[in-house]
């Protein structure tokens, strides 16, 4: 079974500042995928970003990075020069790939982020 | 750039009715999902489906449920009698191919059941 565990259920942060938020998760397998997802006021759920588990190099995106910590399953995701438009919920999920598996996403309990003026 | 549509936006429905909800995928997407979403808990997987069959479903998609892919672009879910805990939103999700992993998401349906 795969498990995903975000432990900050709500953050802030001043706009133009930068704000972590944190996920750990649990796997058997090697081969998987990680995801952060963005979830706005109006419930639609946008891919932020993906990190597969066989690349060291942490992925970027434009102001968005994750620090990926295999050996601690450990992806958080770094916020830099917050906006506005970052309000939002954050999920953090996780796919197991190859083999069996269909790639069914498995996410975390959502940390709510809201950026101040 | 394509992306996932899913309707109604919102459906109201009584205890014990059937519920259709839709979706249109990516285009060339050859996997679905479908996720539900109560309010305030996190995102659930319920249905993955793949070369017009299911191939993974979780314990919450019981024999109430039911997919279909009747006509190449469309993606159903149905609830057949449905129950006040199937209140939630609802999503659809798509998927390019076997080597691509990330999931591109509809907007979701809000289902309620009264």
């Known amino acids: 079974a795969q498990t995903v565990t975000q432990s900050q259920p709500e953050m802030s942060v001043q706009e133009a500042e930068t704000v972590t938020l944190s996920c750990t998760y649990d796997t058997s397998e090697n081969n998987y995928y990680l995801f952060w997802y963005k979830q706005p006021p109006s419930r639609q759920m946008i891919l932020v970003i993906r990190?597969?588990?066989?690349?060291?190099q942490n992925a970027t995106e434009n102001r968005f990075s994750v620090n990926f910590q295999k050996a601690a399953k450990s992806f958080s995701l770094k916020i830099s020069d917050s906006q506005l438009g970052d309000t939002a919920m954050y999920f953090c999920a996780l796919a197991n790939a190859g083999g069996t598996s269909y790639g069914k996403l498995t996410f975390g309990q959502g940390t709510i982020l809201t950026v101040h003026p | 750039e394509p992306e996932v549509t899913q309707t109604p936006s919102h459906q109201v429905t009584q205890m014990g009715q059937e519920v259709i909800l839709r979706c249109v995928p990516i285009s060339n997407h050859l996997y679905f999902y479908w996720y539900r979403q109560i309010l305030g808990q996190k995102v659930e997987f319920l249905v993955s489906f793949y070369n017009n069959e299911i191939s993974e479903k979780s314990e919450i998609f019981d024999d109430q449920f039911s997919v279909e892919r009747p006509d190449g672009s469309n993606f159903t879910l149905k609830i057949r009698s449905t129950k006040l805990e199937d209140s939630a939103m609802y999503f659809c999700a798509s998927r390019r191919s076997t080597e691509a992993y990330e999931q591109y998401f509809g907007p979701g349906t809000r289902l309620t059941v009264t």
């Open positions: 990190q597969e588990a066989y690349k060291q």
